[in-house]
């Protein structure tokens, strides 16, 4: 008598259960976005103009988190996970830098760095000065800004070529020459010594830009290193509000800053 060799039957597999296919389908995504905002990259819009013209209202720039480590900031509404910064990365004089406010340690700002750790930093008749020495600048010629009143418009202002020492060189733009605002005058300002593991910020847009001059009190004050989140990389994408809100798809065409699309930030 022959025998027949009859397949082994499969063994069926469990049904996964309604808890598993509630975190396959969103938990497990939500923890990969977070795992790219906190370790990589996150986008941040533009809110003002106190960057201009480096940066423009309503411009989105992606940030990489890791340039100079992580802390407790780099994650989403900043839970005291750790104190200080691992696998920390200096900055670099010029690095365009997202950061919290040190004041609330919440709110997102960008700036400029412009004065490192143990530098004196002075603004005198205008013109930028660290350790003593008048940073370069060049008038390039006068050009049209949004009014930043809120009011509708334009208005002139004079644009200048600046040099950092170390060799980033910038646009920076200037409104007026003297004035007080908060009761400090932007354009002369006492000597400032930045403390060791701190930061001095500033707008490129000097006359529309609360930043390092003015206290934390008032202002920004000194940026400490813990509070950076990341330095701005490229602008992807660029919206126009003036010409479109963002609910009128017809007009998004009109309304997109085609050639600002994956411009890098310097």
């Known amino acids: 008598?022959?025998?027949i060799d009859v397949p082994a039957r499969k063994k069926p597999k469990p049904s996964r259960g309604w808890f598993h296919e509630i975190i396959s389908t969103f938990v497990y995504p939500l923890l990969a976005v977070v795992a790219v905002y906190s370790l990589l990259f996150q986008p941040f819009r533009i809110p003002s103009g106190s960057?201009?013209?480096t940066l423009l209202v309503g411009d989105f720039v992606w940030v990489s988190k890791f340039s100079y480590g992580y802390s407790k900031h780099?994650?989403?509404f900043s839970p005291p996970l750790?104190?200080?910064r691992i696998w920390g990365g200096e900055p670099e004089r010029g690095d365009v830098i997202v950061f919290k406010l040190p004041r609330d340690n919440s709110t997102d700002y960008i700036k400029r760095l412009v004065g490192l750790p143990g530098d004196r930093v002075q603004v005198r008749d205008g013109i930028l000065i660290i350790n003593g020495e008048p940073v370069k600048t060049e008038f390039v010629g006068e050009v049209e800004v949004p009014i930043e009143s809120g009011r509708a418009g334009?208005?002139?202002v004079r644009k200048y070529r600046e040099t950092l020492p170390g060799g980033v060189t910038h646009y920076i733009l200037q409104e007026r020459d003297g004035g007080t605002s908060l009761g400090i005058d932007p354009d002369n300002t006492p000597e400032y010594v930045v403390?060791?593991?701190h930061y001095f910020m500033m707008g490129d847009?000097?006359?529309n830009s609360v930043d390092s001059r003015w206290p934390t009190a008032s202002g920004v004050g000194f940026v400490p290193y813990e509070n950076l989140v990341g330095r701005a990389e490229r602008i992807f994408p660029s919206w126009d509000a003036s010409q479109s809100a963002f609910w009128e798809i017809w007009n998004w065409p009109a309304a997109i800053r085609w050639d600002r699309l994956f411009q890098s930030i310097d």
């Open 51 to 53: 960057m201009i013209d």
């Open 74 to 76: 780099s994650v989403p």
């Open 205 to 207: 847009n000097r006359d």
């Open 82 to 84: 750790f104190e200080g």
């Open 195 to 197: 403390p060791a593991g």
């Open 154 to 156: 334009t208005h002139k």
């Open 1 to 3: 008598m022959s025998l």
